[in-house]
């Protein structure tokens, strides 16, 4: 598909049956965006938009240039290799499935929905931050999970920082969030990581701060923090 897609009128795209699936322009829908094919890529050269799930699911590679986002529901991409070159951003959960490499490029973020990468080798830049922290209300919003997982051979390499901090409690004498359990997990390899921040929510009034959260890290050989 060569141009842009939007619309007031336009609401979900499902595409069921392809040989590959490639957005050139822009895409802007007020519903959801589903892709499932059996084989062949998925790309997208430029931002995808949406006010409801996104879900792209292929044996083969998903490959996604521009922003991706929605305001109103989940992401799960599953693929081969999955490479994001732009920020990654959901209402909920975001959930990446890897059979191969994950290369992250730019910041995931979540409005405390959890965050689970998996594959064989995962692998971010000093750009590709994660964080699911909660959001301000009464009493402050809890902070998503995160959860890294090399299910093979391959390293898992995070340049940037997670941060899953409990979010702040707004008024009134309330609690703040709890901090989210980050997990970082190599059976059969190494773990490099960045700053890693769960931390309780500010509380008001009288209420009480936020509960910390969990940092669990394990691999068969090394692990690093970076500077």
């Known amino acids: 598909i060569n141009g842009a897609i939007s619309g007031a009128g336009l609401n ?5 049956t392809a040989s590959s699936v490639s957005f050139v322009g822009s895409l802007d829908l007020n519903g959801e965006l589903a892709i499932t094919i059996p084989a062949g890529d998925i790309q997208a050269d430029s931002s995808v938009q949406t006010r409801a799930n996104i879900s792209m699911s292929t044996t083969s590679d998903i490959r ?5 986002t929605t305001t109103e529901g989940s992401i799960t991409l599953s693929g081969r290799d999955i490479t994001l070159v732009n920020a990654v951003t959901a209402d909920s959960e975001i959930d990446l499935t890897s059979a191969g490499t994950v290369s992250l490029a730019a910041a995931i973020t979540t409005s405390g929905g959890k965050v689970t990468v998996t594959g064989d080798e995962i692998t971010g830049t000093t750009a590709a931050s994660i964080t699911t922290t909660g959001g301000t209300a009464n009493p402050g919003g809890a902070a998503g999970e995160v959860l890294v997982h090399s299910t093979g051979t391959g390293i898992i390499a995070l340049q940037a920082g997670i941060t899953a901090n409990g979010g702040a409690a707004q008024s009134g004498d309330n609690n703040g969030g709890a901090g ?3 997990t970082v997990l190599n059976a059969a390899g190494s773990v490099e990581i960045a700053d890693i921040t769960t931390r309780g929510g500010a509380a008001s009034g009288t209420g009480s701060v936020g509960a910390d959260g969990i940092v669990q890290l394990k691999a068969s050989s090394t692990i690093t923090q970076r500077a």
């Not at 979900?12 to 069921?16: F, G």
């Open 64 to 68: 996604l240039n521009g922003t991706v």
């Open 12 to 16: 979900n795209l499902i595409i069921e």
């Open 180 to 182: 989210g359990v980050v």
